[in-house]
């Protein structure tokens, strides 16, 4: 393990170093894996879970819940907790959005078909939108440490708007698979 560790310390591919390496390459294999075994449709339902996840960790009045002394929040919530409850919400409105009327708003009765392209590109946005959001809620002492590339892709305003923006695009301009039948 620490063989590892040294190699991708010092492994330096241009400006990239082993880490950004790694990390890109990790992304890479969860955006193949992801896309391929949840399907279109859940994929909407996350990537829709997702922006109201988000929304509601930004909104949270922290000042207000601080008071408290039992839940030992004295300086705002830390980092880890705002992941925390940001994966949760994505989780509680996956298992409650198919029992809900927003099934049939958004037709997400079965898994959808896709082809492979879409399917990918669907995984890089969500998987994209997913990353830049924990790592928005990582203290600045972390985000001085992630490497140059990382931080251009994910950190800042500017890559908050890409990140933000480009699944909703995605969706809006991606197209149903035509089936055989309808030829």
């Known amino acids: 393990m620490l063989a590892v560790r040294d190699f991708l310390t010092n492994f330096h591919l241009g400006a990239a170093s082993g880490w ?6 990790i992304f890479l294999i969860a955006v193949m894996v992801y896309g391929f075994f949840v399907g279109r449709n ?8 997702s922006y109201f996840s988000f929304l509601i960790v930004q909104n949270i009045p922290w000042w207000k819940l601080s008071s408290f002394d039992w839940l030992g929040m ?3 919530p830390s980092s880890s907790l705002k992941i925390i409850l940001f994966l949760s919400i994505i989780l509680l409105f996956y298992f409650l959005i ?3 009327i927003l ?3 958004f037709r997400l009765k079965k898994r959808g078909t896709a082809s492979w392209w879409q399917l990918f590109l669907l995984s890089i946005v969500q998987v994209g939108l997913l990353a830049m959001v924990i ?3 990582l203290p600045n002492e972390a985000i001085l440490n992630l490497g140059s590339i990382i931080k251009k892709i994910f950190i800042g305003p500017e890559a908050q708007f890409v990140w933000i923006t480009l699944p909703i695009l995605t969706m809006v301009l991606m197209r149903k698979k035509k089936s055989l039948d309808n030829k």
Request: net charge neutral.
């Open 42 to 49: 859940r994929m909407v339902v996350i990537l829709i879970n």
């Open 135 to 137: 790592l928005s809620f």
């Open 74 to 76: 004295e300086h705002g």
């Open 103 to 105: 099934t049939s708003v």
């Open 98 to 100: 198919p029992r809900s």
């Open 20 to 25: 950004d390496v790694f990390i890109v390459l």
